[in-house]
């Protein structure tokens, strides 16, 4: 979605009517003023329509905001449930800072839900992004970023499993670990100038690279970077994360992860549960790590 441009309100021309004034008046002159205290007529106000009824909302939606208004400065949004003909707006999420999450939420069948500017009403132009709407038994997050000029509202299905892309859950005794990186996308010159690398390795902290889901499938590791996640299922417990230039070394050897890392992340996994992790960066040059649970409590 383009972040719309600031509408600019042409100012309201105001024209005063001045009555002519005379120091006598002759018998077939009229005085046409209104008496003293009498009311000004008013423009009946049209009531406001009602917001949807709860029982309307369906699935669990959420918005996680890495905005960087204009790719430069943190940007606090406001979600709403924007007017139809038969429903008024309502507030979905007030306030919502850099680096936070909205909470859960539902959308009504075929109500338009969008992003805006802390502050800014449902009818606004310039929205910056769009929430999308799933069913009951649905869990979707909407990951909010800034990429080569404007807004982006990455969709991640999180339920039900398998479907969409929906990570299954961990095995027993294990908690899922899961790493994004798609804001830094953002930064990626910048990146390469600060730190020598755009995507990265992930290692066990230990000097090899962090098991991952796919190979238990037979496939290849990943490399984390652009719209490419990683997942690991891990035991109970704090696990660091070192991250790590790519490429350094044959792909996805024990060698590639041996290179000194760049940065570290550290996790507290659960057992039985999910961990998205984000990462993103203010500046091109510092990377930092959000931290949310992958699915509803």
Request: overall charge positive.
């Amino acid at each position: 979605m383009i972040y719309g441009r600031r509408m600019r309100i042409a100012p309201l021309l105001v024209v005063t009517i001045l009555a002519a004034c005379s120091k006598g008046k002759d018998a077939s002159e009229t005085d046409n003023s209104k008496p003293a205290g009498s009311a000004a007529m008013v423009a009946p106000v049209k009531a406001e329509l009602p917001p949807p009824p709860k029982e309307s909302f369906k699935g669990s939606v959420r918005v996680i905001n890495l905005l960087l208004k204009g790719g430069t400065t943190p940007l606090t949004i406001d979600v709403w449930g924007k007017r139809s003909f038969e429903f008024g707006p309502f507030q979905q999420a007030k306030g919502i800072a850099y680096g936070a999450a909205t909470d859960w939420f539902g959308i009504p069948n075929g109500q338009s839900t969008v992003v805006v500017e802390a502050g800014a009403s449902a009818d606004t132009k310039a929205t910056i992004g769009s929430v999308w709407a799933n069913k009951d038994g649905e869990e979707a997050t909407t990951l909010l970023y800034w990429k080569e000029g404007s807004a982006v509202s990455a969709l991640m299905n999180t339920k039900p499993a398998g479907q969409n892309d929906a990570p299954e859950p961990p095995p027993a005794g294990k908690g899922l670990v899961y790493f994004t990186a798609q804001p830094l996308m953002h930064h990626e010159k910048t990146l390469e100038t600060a730190l020598g690398s755009r995507s990265f390795y992930v290692g066990d902290g230990k000097g090899a690279c962090v098991h991952q889901r796919v190979q238990d499938k037979g496939f290849q590791a990943a490399i984390l970077g652009g719209t490419q996640p990683t997942l690991h299922d891990l035991p109970p417990g704090k696990a660091t994360f070192t991250f790590h230039k790519w490429p350094s070394g044959p792909n996805m050897s024990d060698k590639a992860c041996t290179s000194p890392a760049l940065f570290e992340v550290t996790v507290d996994v659960a057992d039985g549960t999910g961990h998205l992790v984000v990462l993103h960066s203010r500046d091109g040059k510092a990377i930092e790590a959000a931290q949310f649970p992958l699915w509803k409590p």
